[in-house]
């Protein structure tokens, strides 16, 4: 996501990733007056394949239509044998932001593993050494919900979370509105993202359960009606 001022609909909106000779352009989606959407290219080769991930490559965007300089933003005009050229001012933005491309980690573990339904308290998640957590990037002109460590706790949601180093990120447990006498306990996959939107895949090592209040007599009136369902299933043949 893009966040700025002055973004409009029309059809125009670029989104260039790369360096000067190697470099990835795809459409963008404006969402509103202030933030568009940008689609990470996934077809070039921006870094050499000796490099590895994180790398970081210049980010601009562009509302120009016609068929322009990817670089340079030079329009070019094409009259029958002939080419001109004419120049375009600010054709992509100079801003000096970047984009950085990551390996997703995989939450090896979190600790700990159990809370109460409305208790705040810290959850750490611990990501495999071979796919270690990266330092986040900071923001520029940043606003809240644009961009940070994020974790997620299933259907809850997700809370802000701190990055404390390769292998540890420090999660929130968020807030519920769930009535704490509806729930006995339930589980929930703990994920991270550490760019604020993708999330680590769930797995059964990352599990965390809520604990609510509910007595086993909450599930009777379920019980009963399956009970009178076979029941009547029974009857019937």
């Not at 409009?8 to 795809?26: A, P, T, V, W």
């Not at 120009?64 to 050229?85: A, L, M, Q, V």
């Not at 004419?86 to 995989?106: C, L």
């Not at 979190?110 to 809370?115: D, E, H, I, L």
């Amino acid at each position: 996501t893009v966040t700025g001022d002055g973004f409009s609909r029309d059809g125009k909106e670029k989104c260039r990733f790369g360096i000067q000779g190697d470099y990835g352009i795809l459409e963008g989606i404006v969402l509103s007056n202030q933030k568009m959407l940008c689609m990470s290219p996934k077809s070039f080769e921006i870094i050499p394949k000796v490099m590895e991930a994180p790398y970081a490559v210049p980010f601009s965007i562009s509302f120009f239509d016609e068929k322009i300089n990817p670089w340079t933003g030079t329009k070019y005009k094409t009259k029958g044998t002939n080419t001109s050229t004419e120049s375009i001012y600010d054709a992509w933005t100079q801003t000096g932001h970047i984009f950085r491309f990551y390996k997703q980690p995989i939450l090896m573990r979190v600790t700990p593993k159990f809370c109460k339904i409305r208790e705040i308290i810290d959850v750490y998640a611990f990501a495999n050494p071979k796919t270690p957590f990266i330092q986040p990037m900071t923001a520029v002109h940043h606003r809240e919900g644009d961009s940070g460590v994020k974790c997620k706790f299933g259907r809850f949601g997700s809370s802000p979370a701190i990055y404390l180093n390769s292998s540890t990120v420090r999660c929130v447990t968020p807030k519920i509105n769930d009535e704490p006498d509806r729930i006995r306990e339930e589980h929930v996959y703990v994920q991270v993202a550490i760019n604020g939107y993708d999330y680590t895949e769930p797995n059964d090592n990352t599990v965390f359960t809520f604990l609510g209040t509910a007595s086993l007599f909450i599930y009777w009136p379920y019980i009963i009606g399956v009970i009178l369902g076979l029941l009547a299933l029974i009857a019937l043949i």
